[in-house]
């Protein structure tokens, strides 16, 4: 019986935590194909493989407002982002019902650095992309993108976000991005800690699409 129905009035939110170039857009587009709503319209990257990063373009801005992307310091005012996050959300909310969706997966790096307000406003649950740093910077040599999306922002990333994770006891799943490519075990694991059943067709779309 698919989940893609949303049950009652009530959405489940999933946050991807991960790095720049950690392997989380396949993640990501993976739940997508299996019913999940991330929000669109989404950015969009100078890199051919991979140019939707399921990240959504008001949640990106608003969150570049808060944090320097180079430095990955606050900015801006955290109040500013909690009335943006409020209004946004909950139309949001309304849009994933309106398609039948149970599912909110949202997806950025610099989520981490906000942590503790959405930890307390959506209890969500976590989905923890890691893959090893040469890789990460090999990924980010090959898309000739700033140090910061390579192995120096993920060190950054990882410690914070594995520390809140870990310091406030929150539910994670930890997904090894090149196991999740080659085990199909692993990612039925994925689907089953966020509570999301596709149906069968959705499904191996999903399987088509990581496997590529």
Request: include cysteine; hydrophobic fraction near 40%.
């Amino acid at each position: 019986m698919t989940k893609t129905k949303a049950e009652a009035s009530q959405i489940q939110p999933v946050l991807v935590i991960s790095s720049y170039s950690s392997g989380s857009t396949a993640v990501t587009g993976f739940l997508e194909r299996c019913g999940a709503y991330t929000c669109p319209p989404h950015t969009r990257t100078n890199d051919v493989l991979t140019p939707n990063p399921h990240e959504p373009v008001a949640y990106k801005e608003a969150l570049l407002k808060l944090i320097n992307e180079v430095t990955l310091e606050p900015v801006g005012r955290p109040a500013d982002f909690t009335r943006f996050f409020e209004i946004w959300w909950q139309g949001e909310c309304d849009k994933a019902k309106a398609l039948g969706r149970s599912h909110i997966v949202l997806k950025h790096a610099l989520q981490t650095f906000v942590l503790p307000y959405l930890n307390r406003r959506l209890a969500p649950k976590y989905v923890f992309v890691t893959r090893p740093l040469k890789h990460i910077e090999a990924t980010r040599v090959r898309r000739k993108w700033h140090p910061v999306h390579g192995q120096t922002g993920a060190q950054a990333i990882y410690q914070a976000s594995h520390n809140f994770l870990i310091e406030n006891s929150c539910p994670f799943i930890s997904v090894p991005f090149e196991a999740f490519r080659k085990d199909a075990a692993l990612r039925q694991n994925v689907l089953d800690y966020i509570g999301l059943e596709p149906t069968p067709d959705a499904l191996k779309t999903a399987e088509t699409f990581i496997r590529s």
